[in-house]
């Protein structure tokens, strides 16, 4: 049992020691991106962000279908319907999906870092941060691939529809 309990505190220790560091990390504005399901961007040599391409022109789709009046879920429809995979390489999306690449603003070049969190070290389950702890938003962090004017449009959209529908 006593080997049990050590061993658990070795992982409660490393786990805040690595929180410790990604924080400083994002205090100092050093931004680190999960690449697999995001789509429009690898990971270069260097381990920044480097511009995709391919799914660039699906991103771009995306948003341009949206700012000339589709909806995620008529988007999502259309690009099953053409084939043209998703992050996964699948040619599968949902409304959702569509709804979070339109508000992400990593697209237009910045990162709100730390938008989740993770609340046990043992099964590792994170959640989304409310401002339980703090984030931090770094401007021109990597290559754009939706310029700030479109991707602000986008926005004022969104807002628009919602109030329209209610």
Request: proline fraction near 2%.
């Amino acid at each position: 049992m006593k080997l049990i309990v050590i061993r658990q505190d070795e992982s409660r220790s490393i786990s805040e020691n690595s929180t410790w560091g990604i924080r400083r990390k994002f205090e100092q504005g050093k931004v680190t991106v999960n690449c697999t399901k995001f789509l429009g961007y690898d990971k270069g040599d260097d381990g920044n962000l480097v511009i995709n391409a391919k799914q660039a022109k699906i991103v771009k789709r995306i948003y341009t279908g949206y700012l000339d009046g589709k909806g995620p879920n008529r988007i999502a429809k259309e690009l099953e319907e053409d084939g043209i995979p998703n992050w996964n390489g699948k040619a599968k999306w949902y409304e959702n999906s569509i709804r979070k690449m339109l508000s992400n603003e990593k697209y237009k070049g910045d990162a709100l870092l730390q938008k989740t969190y993770t609340v046990d070290f043992l099964t590792k389950r994170r959640v989304e941060n409310n401002g339980e702890v703090p984030q931090y938003y770094v401007e021109e962090s990597h290559p754009a691939i939706i310029d700030k004017e479109k991707w602000e449009a986008v926005q004022l959209e969104m807002k628009r529809r919602k109030a329209f529908a209610k």
